[in-house]
């Protein structure tokens, strides 16, 4: 048997079942079960150990959890150190070890979307736990980042976690006045049914990439719709992200990579 699970307060919009059910059905695993397990927030340790002596073999971690994931890991992974955060764990010879796959997952995405480049510049709007993981990713592929973010101090702690790399700074989002190849909405303000407020200087045209790192059921979130009007041709929802960071935490317990694409379609026509 095969047992795994997402930790999360919330859990219940958790897509991850449902993907990690499909990935092991295409390599035909028998007996394998992937639960959302709802964790009140002063029980998160508990909770991990608990599933872990009952044989679990692998947790993705969700809100708020993804730092003391982080904390009570054992054994980090490259990613996982860089970024400071955990999004999955496995147990081994003892060792709790935690990675952070959200970071590997965006870029996978927009490699397949054919939205990215080396040395692009990069907006990233948005400053909590989402944006503290792809950072890193970007960074390393050789992008320039930026960071905006509604509340300044915010922006500020999250860039000084990072900002030994030269390729990282920070704008006041009144000061936002120049052109970047790609911008990404890492706010929580599409899943929370909030007006994203941008900065007005924020220019867009239609060769700009908008990535909103959210998704919805149907249609475009507010922030792709903004794009949209200002003639952005460049437009992707976070789904493919979502699937491509399962497909690496499948990796990291099973070693073997998934066909994302499928999922995605499945994904898009069945939630
Ligand atoms: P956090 O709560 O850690 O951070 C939320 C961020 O959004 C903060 O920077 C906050 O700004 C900003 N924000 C929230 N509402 C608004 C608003 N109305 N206008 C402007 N800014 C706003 O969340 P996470 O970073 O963990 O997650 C962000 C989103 O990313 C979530 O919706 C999550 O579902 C999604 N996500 C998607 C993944 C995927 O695979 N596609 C993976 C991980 C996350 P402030 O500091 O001012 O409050």
Request: aromatic share 12%; with cysteine; net charge positive.
């Amino acid at each position: 048997m095969k047992k795994f699970a997402v930790l999360g307060n919330p859990i219940n919009h958790s897509k991850s079942p449902f993907i990690h059910k499909l990935f092991a059905k295409q390599f035909k695993i028998k007996n394998f079960y992937y639960e959302k397990i709802f964790v009140d927030v002063d029980k998160f340790e508990i909770k991990v150990n608990e599933f872990f002596l009952n044989y679990g073999n692998g947790i993705n971690i969700t809100l708020p959890f993804k730092t003391q994931a982080f904390n009570i890991s054992n054994k980090l992974t490259e990613r996982a150190k860089l970024s400071k955060t955990v999004n999955t764990l496995k147990k081994e010879n003892g060792f709790l070890i935690g990675d952070n796959t959200d970071g590997i997952g965006l870029l996978e995405d927009l490699k397949n979307l054919n939205m990215i480049n080396k040395n692009y510049k990069i907006l990233i709007i948005g400053a909590g736990g989402a944006a503290q993981s792809i950072i890193p990713v970007l960074l390393s592929f050789g992008c320039f980042i930026t960071i905006t973010n509604r509340t300044l101090l915010r922006a500020i702690n999250l860039y000084k976690i990072f900002e030994s790399n030269k390729n990282i700074k920070i704008l006041d989002s009144n000061k936002i006045d120049y052109n970047f190849d790609l911008i990404i909405n890492a706010t929580s303000a599409s899943t929370n049914k909030e007006n994203l407020i941008l900065p007005e200087s924020l220019l867009i045209n239609k060769s700009t990439k908008c990535y909103d790192i959210c998704y919805q059921k149907s249609g475009m979130t507010p922030f792709l719709k903004w794009c949209k009007s200002k003639d952005s041709m460049f437009l992707s929802d976070g789904i493919g992200m979502l699937v491509n960071q399962a497909a690496y935490s499948f990796l990291f317990w099973n070693g073997i990579f998934p066909d994302v694409k499928i999922v995605i379609k499945k994904l898009k026509s069945e939630c």
